[in-house]
């Protein structure tokens, strides 16, 4: 409800005040951050999430299993689910661990200060090298290999042995979105959308590489520039396997 109440102040606002010479409109703005910002980065991690997936066949079979034994055979996937869904958790981080939306990040120093040795006058722009930072081998172990397992912990629950958990990572480790106050204000919107869309994805189609699904695999070149998009669109033949809005 609060979040409600927060909308509506905000479209009060946009009425009261928004106009073409306004530019600065808070609906406006938050409008074209959803539309621009959020959609063209989330289209390409989900991108890179498909194209390992059918680079890792058996990776996309446990990804698979795990929605059927969670949602069943009857019904979509639903945003609902997604807590439930350890491993689908687990793909996503790892492809934002490999492939950030932004592979280089700013911040601005405020005042002059001194870390490890250098000094770092004030007013300076600091460019921290996101891409690097999640594949530190001192870090991570394999850093290139696309390995889901690696954000999972097994624990034993009352009543539920071996049960599989989404695993907390440093901060300073993990920041596909940056930290702190100036990271992204639409990262849960981004893990929403594309937690939900890639199981719907998985659940309903399985996946080959190539227009005829005669390739052996996905070409994983990256693209040249700040943000990291794929050299080459992702191009795949999905077979379906289970249409929800068809009665069985």
Known sequence: MKYDGILERIWKEHEETGHK?????????????????????SGEVMQWTM??????????????????????????????DIPNLPYLQAVVKETLRLYPPLAVTTRECREH?????????????????????????????????????????????EGHDNETTIKGRNLVDFVP???????????????????????????????????????????????VGLSLAKAHSLVCLPVVLFNPFVDP
């Open 21 to 41: 010479e306004n530019e600065k409109d808070l609906m406006d703005i938050l409008l074209k951050d959803i539309f621009v910002a959020g959609t063209g980065s």
């Open 51 to 80: 194209s390992e997936l059918i680079n890792n066949p058996h990776i996309l079979k446990k990804l698979r299993e795990e929605i059927s034994s969670v949602v069943g055979t009857g019904r979509l996937v639903d945003e609902s």
């Open 113 to 157: 200060c001194k870390i490890k040795g250098y000094d770092i006058p004030q007013n300076t722009m600091v460019a921290i090298n996101l891409y690097s930072v999640m594949r530190d081998p001192e870090v991570w172990d394999n850093p290139n290999e696309f390995r889901p397992e690696r954000f999972l912990v097994s624990s034993t629950v």
């Open 177 to 223: 979105f940056g930290a702190g106050r100036r990271g992204c204000p639409g990262s849960a919107l981004a893990y929403n959308t594309i937690n939900s869309t890639i199981a719907s994805l998985v659940q309903c189609f399985d996946w080959k590489a190539g227009a005829s699904g005669d390739e052996a695999k996905v070409n994983m070149e990256v693209g």
